[in-house]
Protein backbone atom coordinates (compact mmCIF):
# COMPACT_ATOMS: atom_id res chain seq x y z
CA UNK A 1 0.00 0.00 0.00
CA UNK A 2 1.13 3.35 -0.87
CA UNK A 3 0.60 6.39 1.06
CA UNK A 4 2.13 9.96 1.76
CA UNK A 5 1.47 12.48 4.51
CA UNK A 6 2.58 15.96 4.73
CA UNK A 7 4.97 17.03 7.88
CA UNK A 8 5.46 19.88 9.16
CA UNK A 9 7.09 22.01 11.59
CA UNK A 10 6.13 25.68 12.05
CA UNK A 11 9.09 26.87 14.42
CA UNK A 12 12.16 26.02 12.03
CA UNK A 13 9.04 26.89 8.95
CA UNK A 14 10.40 23.52 7.24
CA UNK A 15 7.72 21.12 5.58
CA UNK A 16 8.14 17.56 3.80
CA UNK A 17 6.18 15.28 1.50
CA UNK A 18 6.38 11.77 3.42
CA UNK A 19 5.58 8.57 0.87
CA UNK A 20 5.16 5.57 2.34
CA UNK A 21 5.16 1.83 0.67
CA UNK A 22 3.72 -1.03 3.47
CA UNK A 23 3.17 -4.26 2.04
CA UNK A 24 -0.10 -4.52 1.89
CA UNK A 25 -0.82 -7.71 4.06
CA UNK A 26 0.96 -5.61 6.76
CA UNK A 27 -1.26 -2.34 6.80
CA UNK A 28 -4.35 -4.55 6.84
CA UNK A 29 -3.27 -6.26 9.83
CA UNK A 30 -1.96 -2.89 11.51
CA UNK A 31 -5.46 -1.38 10.45
CA UNK A 32 -7.28 -4.51 11.89
CA UNK A 33 -5.27 -4.55 15.43
CA UNK A 34 -5.79 -0.42 15.22
CA UNK A 35 -9.74 -0.95 14.92
CA UNK A 36 -9.70 -4.07 18.04
CA UNK A 37 -7.59 -2.02 20.17
CA UNK A 38 -9.77 1.21 20.03
CA UNK A 39 -13.27 -1.04 20.71
CA UNK A 40 -11.83 -3.27 23.08
CA UNK A 41 -13.48 -2.02 26.66
CA UNK A 42 -11.43 -0.53 29.68
CA UNK A 43 -11.88 -3.42 31.78
CA UNK A 44 -9.92 -3.02 34.45
CA UNK A 45 -7.36 -5.51 35.86
CA UNK A 46 -7.95 -7.54 39.56
CA UNK A 47 -5.19 -6.67 41.84
CA UNK A 48 -2.99 -9.56 41.97
CA UNK A 49 0.38 -9.62 43.19
CA UNK A 50 2.71 -9.16 40.96
CA UNK A 51 6.67 -9.17 41.09
CA UNK A 52 8.44 -7.75 39.14
CA UNK A 53 11.46 -9.34 36.96
CA UNK A 54 13.74 -6.41 35.09
CA UNK A 55 15.48 -4.60 38.47
CA UNK A 56 15.21 -1.27 36.35
CA UNK A 57 11.44 -1.00 36.66
CA UNK A 58 11.76 -1.02 40.58
CA UNK A 59 12.31 2.48 41.04
CA UNK A 60 8.21 2.76 39.22
CA UNK A 61 6.91 0.79 42.15
CA UNK A 62 5.59 2.11 45.55
CA UNK A 63 8.36 0.65 47.73
CA UNK A 64 10.77 0.14 45.00
CA UNK A 65 11.13 -3.57 45.47
CA UNK A 66 9.70 -4.78 42.33
CA UNK A 67 6.10 -5.57 43.68
CA UNK A 68 3.00 -4.50 42.45
CA UNK A 69 -0.07 -6.01 41.00
CA UNK A 70 -1.59 -6.05 37.59
CA UNK A 71 -4.26 -3.34 37.97
CA UNK A 72 -1.96 -0.72 39.23
CA UNK A 73 1.46 -1.79 36.48
CA UNK A 74 -0.75 -2.70 33.47
CA UNK A 75 -4.32 -0.75 34.14
CA UNK A 76 -6.94 -2.18 32.22
CA UNK A 77 -7.38 -4.96 29.29
CA UNK A 78 -7.48 -2.29 26.62
CA UNK A 79 -3.71 -1.49 27.82
CA UNK A 80 -2.29 -4.76 27.92
CA UNK A 81 -3.80 -5.45 24.71
CA UNK A 82 -2.02 -2.60 23.22
CA UNK A 83 0.94 -3.23 24.85
CA UNK A 84 1.64 -7.24 23.80
CA UNK A 85 -0.13 -6.65 20.55
CA UNK A 86 -0.91 -3.50 18.89
CA UNK A 87 2.48 -2.11 19.64
CA UNK A 88 4.91 -5.26 18.66
CA UNK A 89 2.20 -5.38 15.00
CA UNK A 90 3.32 -1.59 14.53
CA UNK A 91 6.92 -2.20 14.91
CA UNK A 92 6.58 -4.92 12.24
CA UNK A 93 5.00 -2.90 9.96
CA UNK A 94 7.62 -0.18 10.19
CA UNK A 95 10.18 -2.68 10.00
CA UNK A 96 8.70 -3.35 6.40
CA UNK A 97 7.80 -0.17 5.39
CA UNK A 98 9.89 1.64 2.91
CA UNK A 99 10.06 5.56 3.54
CA UNK A 100 11.13 8.84 1.61
CA UNK A 101 10.93 12.28 2.56
CA UNK A 102 11.22 14.98 0.08
CA UNK A 103 11.19 18.34 1.81
CA UNK A 104 9.97 21.40 0.19
CA UNK A 105 9.36 24.77 1.07
CA UNK A 106 6.83 25.13 3.95
CA UNK A 107 4.88 28.09 1.89
CA UNK A 108 5.18 25.65 -1.34
CA UNK A 109 3.51 23.20 0.40
CA UNK A 110 1.10 25.36 2.64
CA UNK A 111 -0.45 26.17 -0.66
CA UNK A 112 -0.89 22.81 -2.06
CA UNK A 113 -2.31 21.13 1.13
CA UNK A 114 -3.54 23.83 3.44
CA UNK A 115 -5.97 21.55 5.27
CA UNK A 116 -2.55 19.70 6.93
CA UNK A 117 -1.26 23.16 8.08
CA UNK A 118 -4.18 24.06 10.25
CA UNK A 119 -4.16 24.61 14.03
CA UNK A 120 -0.31 24.94 13.51
CA UNK A 121 -0.36 28.49 15.11
CA UNK A 122 1.02 28.12 18.49
CA UNK A 123 1.53 31.15 20.03
CA UNK A 124 5.38 31.62 21.41
CA UNK A 125 5.96 34.27 24.05
CA UNK A 126 9.93 33.51 24.47
CA UNK A 127 11.09 36.78 23.03
CA UNK A 128 14.30 34.63 21.72
CA UNK A 129 11.20 32.29 20.45
CA UNK A 130 10.22 35.27 18.90
CA UNK A 131 13.28 36.48 17.19
CA UNK A 132 14.40 33.33 16.38
CA UNK A 133 11.25 32.48 14.42
CA UNK A 134 11.28 35.38 12.38
CA UNK A 135 14.57 34.66 11.06
CA UNK A 136 13.65 31.14 10.29
CA UNK A 137 10.90 32.45 8.54
CA UNK A 138 13.18 35.01 6.63
CA UNK A 139 15.06 32.32 5.23
CA UNK A 140 12.51 29.75 4.78
CA UNK A 141 10.41 32.85 2.89
CA UNK A 142 13.67 33.32 0.82
CA UNK A 143 13.90 29.82 -0.27
CA UNK A 144 10.26 29.60 -0.71
CA UNK A 145 11.02 32.49 -3.57
CA UNK A 146 14.39 31.00 -4.72
CA UNK A 147 12.11 28.01 -5.20
CA UNK A 148 9.37 29.50 -7.23
CA UNK A 149 11.35 31.30 -9.23
CA UNK A 150 13.11 27.99 -10.54
CA UNK A 151 9.88 25.91 -10.37
CA UNK A 152 8.05 28.30 -12.98
CA UNK A 153 10.79 28.08 -15.31
CA UNK A 154 10.89 24.56 -15.11
CA UNK A 155 7.40 24.63 -15.84
CA UNK A 156 7.15 26.90 -18.47
CA UNK A 157 9.46 25.05 -20.27
CA UNK A 158 8.03 21.83 -20.09
CA UNK A 159 4.83 23.51 -21.20
CA UNK A 160 6.59 25.30 -24.03
CA UNK A 161 8.20 21.73 -25.38
CA UNK A 162 4.56 19.31 -24.59
CA UNK A 163 3.43 18.92 -27.89
CA UNK A 164 0.19 17.97 -26.07
CA UNK A 165 -0.17 21.42 -24.13
CA UNK A 166 0.75 23.19 -27.54
CA UNK A 167 -2.14 22.19 -29.79
CA UNK A 168 -4.66 24.23 -31.47
CA UNK A 169 -8.41 24.36 -31.55
CA UNK A 170 -8.38 22.52 -28.23
Known sequence: MKSF???????????????DD????????????????????SIPL??????????????????????????????????LFHLYVCTPVHHLVWKHTKSISIDLPYDFLKERFPDEFRNMDVEYTDEEDIEFRMKTKK???????????????????????DPFMNRKGD
Open 139 to 161: LADQAYNEFLSVFDKLNYEHKKS
Open 46 to 79: PQIPIKLKDKDTYDWTDNNDGRTNLKEWYGDIQQ
Open 22 to 41: VPAPLYYLARITEFICDHIP
Open 5 to 19: NIGTNNYWYTASVIL
